[in-house]
Nanobody, 126 residues
Framework: QVQLVESGGGLVQAGGSVRLSCAAS??????????MGWFRQALGKEREFVAA????????AYGDSVKGRFTISRDNANNRLYLQMNSLSPEDTAVYYC?????????????????WGQGTQVTVSS
């Protein structure tokens, strides 16, 4: 059974930075054959696309609200996904989820991701 576990969330001041990690485990090509993504969900809101990266790392995409501030990356040798978040604002407060796409290319919608982590809370104080 594939498992994704996020870490790195917490409380940060506005203007600060946080780096999220996601560790993938399980049998078979758990990680390296698939595109991966980060989503977030603020209280009372729908889950929102944040960033995605293709299986090899050459393709990336970002949601409009995080472009220029967040950077997604991956380490296929160690089955890890990362999200570097800079210039954080209170509007970035949410639970952040790591997710594995059904395919190898970058996708943007929740339904195209079939494996999800449990999420990690990021709270940005003003």
């Amino acid at each position: 059974q594939v498992q994704l576990v996020e870490s790195g969330g917490g409380l940060v001041q506005a203007g600060g930075s946080v780096r999220l990690s996601c560790a993938a485990s399980g049998p078979g090509p758990t990680f390296r054959a698939y595109a991966m993504g980060w989503f977030r969900q603020a209280l009372g809101k729908e889950r929102e696309f944040v960033a995605a990266i293709s299986w090899g790392g050459s393709g990336t995409a970002y949601g409009d609200s995080v472009k220029g501030r967040f950077t997604i990356s991956r380490d296929n040798a160690n089955n890890r996904l990362y999200l570097q978040m800079n210039s954080l604002s209170p509007e970035d407060t949410a639970v952040y989820y790591c997710a594995r796409c059904a395919g190898s290319g970058v996708k943007f919608t929740v339904r195209e991701y079939t494996v999800w982590g449990q999420g990690t809370q990021v709270t940005v104080s003003s």
